[in-house]
């Protein structure tokens, strides 16, 4: 069964439509999928969007500079990658910008990772977005397997790197903390509620 990493969907507030993009992971088909409904949000031009990243485990790295580059104008700062104090890469937005017009909310839990914290930080930094729901998951290490062993036949995870926010959040200190915390009960679960994303749609709805 294959499950597309992206699905847009919208929800009327207030009189207003949301446009609602869900993001399940950054993989293969994200950056496609991405594009299609960035080019679908421009030719409804809603009142907003609530980017939902919510038990997005992450992925590639690139895949979340290229979707955090349609909410920022070229040369904003995204992420820094530090090896060291004097050895550091930067990635900045390439200037897509097709999606900075519009209110955004980003909705974040503790299953956001990685490249979902990545891209969360980015817009919360940027001034783009207000975060929404509760504290992130906190992995922001580079890490690469090193063989050793006389055939190379055993391997250590080594980490070489960490991830910086623009506003010098290190992804693995602890994670992002939301600018509006909204928790997600078992009861809300058990009886199809999402306060979260009802918080996220008013928000962007005023």
């Given amino acids: 069964i294959?499950?597309?990493?992206?699905?847009l969907s919208y929800q009327d507030v207030n009189g207003?439509?949301?446009?609602?993009?869900k993001?399940?992971?950054f993989g293969d088909d994200t950056e496609s999928l991405f594009n299609a409904a960035v080019a679908d949000i421009q030719k409804n031009n809603p009142a907003g969007i609530v980017l939902d990243l919510r038990n997005d485990p992450g992925g590639y790295l690139e895949t979340s500079v290229a979707v955090a580059s349609e909410w920022?104008?070229?040369?904003?700062?995204?992420?820094?990658?530090?090896?060291?104090?004097?050895?550091e890469?930067?990635?900045?937005?390439?200037?897509?910008?097709?999606?900075?017009?519009?209110?955004t909310v980003v909705l974040i839990n503790g299953g956001s990772a990685s490249?979902?914290?990545?891209?969360a930080g980015a817009l919360k930094d940027n001034g783009i977005?207000?975060?929404?729901?509760?504290?992130?998951?906190?992995?922001?290490?580079?890490?690469?397997?090193?063989p050793f062993g006389p055939n190379n036949e055993m391997a250590v995870k080594v980490t070489i790197a960490k991830w910086i926010t623009p506003g010098g959040k290190n992804l693995n200190n602890g994670g992002l903390e939301?600018?509006?915390?909204?928790?997600?009960?078992?009861?809300?679960?058990?009886?199809?509620?999402?306060?979260?994303?009802?918080?996220?749609l008013e928000e962007v709805a005023k």
């Fill in 129 to 146: 977005a207000q975060l929404i729901g509760e504290k992130s998951f906190g992995k922001g290490s580079v890490q690469e397997l090193v």
């Fill in 178 to 200: 939301p600018d509006i915390k909204v928790e997600l009960t078992e009861d809300d679960a058990k009886n199809d509620r999402d306060p979260q994303l009802q918080k996220a």
């Fill in 23 to 25: 993001l399940s992971r």
């Fill in 2 to 7: 294959e499950i597309k990493s992206v699905k």
């Fill in 89 to 103: 890469i930067i990635y900045n937005s390439d200037g897509r910008n097709g999606l900075g017009k519009f209110k």
């Fill in 115 to 119: 490249a979902a914290e990545i891209l």
């Fill in 72 to 87: 920022l104008e070229k040369g904003k700062l995204i992420v820094k990658e530090d090896h060291s104090e004097k050895d």
């Fill in 16 to 21: 207003k439509r949301i446009a609602v993009i």
